[in-house]
């Protein structure tokens, strides 16, 4: 019993060991451009029982010291910071080394803040002792990202697409119906630009409901136009449109948000974001009126034809009605 005391004694002393060296990880650089190539260095390492553990930073070759490190010591890590120049095209594309890293159980946290206000995070393991420090992105690539945030944003935006498909239900000259949606993309233009740039600030589930109201009440709409009844939207789509878009545009700037703006590039992330949002709008307009002619051609059964558009004003309304509640429900519950 003594022995497996004892034993039981090592085992604990080991695990409040291993405890305490997990406690110090990780290992810390941070990399801040200043200047046109120059950075400012923060390199932490962590010092466990006096010792520091064995991992060296090892710089591009080419870079060179600005000024003479200055070295801190701190309870349980090691702190250097220096200001170095890498050169006219910086540290991107290159390669960041962390010898003897490999012989430790310890990570490097990597954070990198560039020029142009790009920022990134990246965790260096032993088995990969090293970071590639990525080029800014190039206005072609911004703005083809952008454009392709937005096409993948509509086509993932059921509610929007839902209130595009309940106006082209309305709507049914193709003059008309452009206008109309064009009136709704500048629309949301507007509240997308004022939103992501601060100046307007909404909440976002009331905008939510909103939008979801805003379905239901084309639906009630749609309901008139079949019945022969007088019908605002029938009348003045552009501007049901536009006064419905200046509503959608906060739920679009949710998205955006989320994603992020490139600091330098915002006019161009926000101009291309509405792009692949009207790309999307005009790709969902097309498949819809593909559907429609396809439909004609195949000269359905007229008992089909004559409940088509009964069947689909029902389901929007429905669909808009159980939106609304959930979402209402989500933040005013009763």
């Not at 080419?62 to 006219?88: M, W, Y």
């Amino acid at each position: 019993m003594m022995r497996i005391a004892a034993a039981l004694l090592l085992l604990l002393l080991g695990l409040a060991h291993a405890a305490r060296a997990h406690e110090v990880r990780p290992a810390y650089l941070q990399l801040q451009e200043r200047a046109a190539g120059q950075y400012s260095v923060l390199w932490r390492t962590p010092v466990f029982s006096g010792m520091r553990l064995p991992i060296v930073l090892k710089l591009p070759d080419g870079v060179r010291e600005v000024a003479a490190p200055v070295v801190a010591e701190l309870p349980g890590s090691r702190v250097e910071r220096q200001v170095i120049d890498a050169g006219p095209g910086g540290l991107a594309g290159k390669r960041i080394e962390f010898p003897g890293l490999q012989a430790t159980i310890t990570d490097v946290l990597v954070r990198v803040e560039l020029l142009d206000g790009t920022r990134t995070v990246t965790l260096v393991h032993p088995s990969q002792p090293w970071v590639d420090i990525a080029a800014p992105a190039g206005r072609v690539a911004i703005a083809g990202a952008f454009v392709r945030q937005g096409i993948e944003h509509i086509l993932g935006g059921y509610d929007h697409l839902l209130f595009v498909l309940a106006l082209m239900l309305i709507v049914r000259s193709t003059r008309v119906l452009i206008q109309t949606i064009t009136a709704f993309t500048i629309a949301h233009s507007i509240t997308l630009a004022l939103a992501t740039l601060g100046v307007v600030h909404v909440p976002g589930p009331p905008v939510e409901a909103t939008i979801a109201l805003s379905i239901l009440l084309l639906a009630v709409e749609i309901a008139h136009v079949r019945r022969g009844r007088p019908s605002l939207t029938a009348r003045w789509p552009w501007l049901v449109a536009f006064s419905f878009g200046l509503l959608h545009g906060f739920g679009f700037a949710g998205a955006l948000t989320a994603i992020g703006l490139p600091q330098g590039e915002v006019p161009l992330a926000l101009f291309a974001f509405n792009v692949g949002v009207e790309i999307g709008q005009l790709m969902f307009i097309a498949a819809v009126l593909t559907l429609l002619a396809l439909a004609r051609r195949a000269r359905l059964p007229k008992p089909i034809v004559q409940h088509a558009l009964p069947v689909a004003n029902y389901a929007i309304g429905t669909l808009a009605a159980f939106w609304f509640i959930e979402r209402v429900s989500a933040f005013a519950p009763l």
